[in-house]
């Protein structure tokens, strides 16, 4: 039993539901949709603000001058405390500096994701395109074929009855 549907296609001896193909395309297409989505999260950074360390360093400012006895003390206790800032602010660039490698990888990363996607997107509308070609060239055959045959029927002459 045949179906003359245009839903069914014949492939290889095996009839193939045409909205199977294009369900089976588009969740293809939904998977790469998801990775894309996963891949484009942003990073997270964790860091702190540095105001513990900077309150220590407030702190151990203050409790040596305190101790200080001359201006050339005081000099020295002050460069330390200078130190110890300049120190949390490196520790803070770097911190900085690590985020932003690490956003630049990710949008390296999606742009990847995105190019593949691109390509594998093309690559799909030209599949269901010569898909689409494919069937319409099977359906004009058998409407042709079809004519064809009935054209033949009705050319034949009748039997003569003896």
Do not use: C, H
């Not at 998801?34 to 360390?53: H, I, L, M, N, Y």
């Not at 460069?79 to 300049?86: E, N, S, V, Y």
């Not at 190019?115 to 055959?141: C, D, H, K, N, Y």
């Amino acid at each position: 039993m045949r179906s003359s549907s245009p839903y069914y296609v014949n492939v290889s001896g095996d009839r193939m539901k045409l909205p199977v193909v294009i369900s089976a395309a588009l969740t293809v297409l939904a998977a790469l949709v998801a990775v894309v989505a996963f891949v484009s999260q942003p990073a997270s950074v964790t860091a702190s603000d540095g105001r513990s360390q900077i309150s220590a360093a407030e702190s151990s400012y203050e409790l040596n001058a305190e101790n200080t006895e001359n201006v050339y003390q005081q000099q020295v206790v002050a460069l330390w405390a200078i130190r110890d800032l300049d120190t949390i602010q490196a520790q803070q660039n770097a911190t900085i500096i690590n985020s932003q490698i690490a956003v630049l990888d990710r949008q390296a990363k999606l742009q990847a994701w995105s190019q593949a996607t691109t390509v594998l997107l093309v690559l799909l509308i030209a599949l269901i395109g010569m898909w689409g070609v494919v069937l319409s060239r099977q359906l004009t055959a058998r409407a042709s074929a079809s004519k064809e045959a009935d054209s033949n029927e009705s050319d034949e002459p009748l039997p003569a009855n003896e």
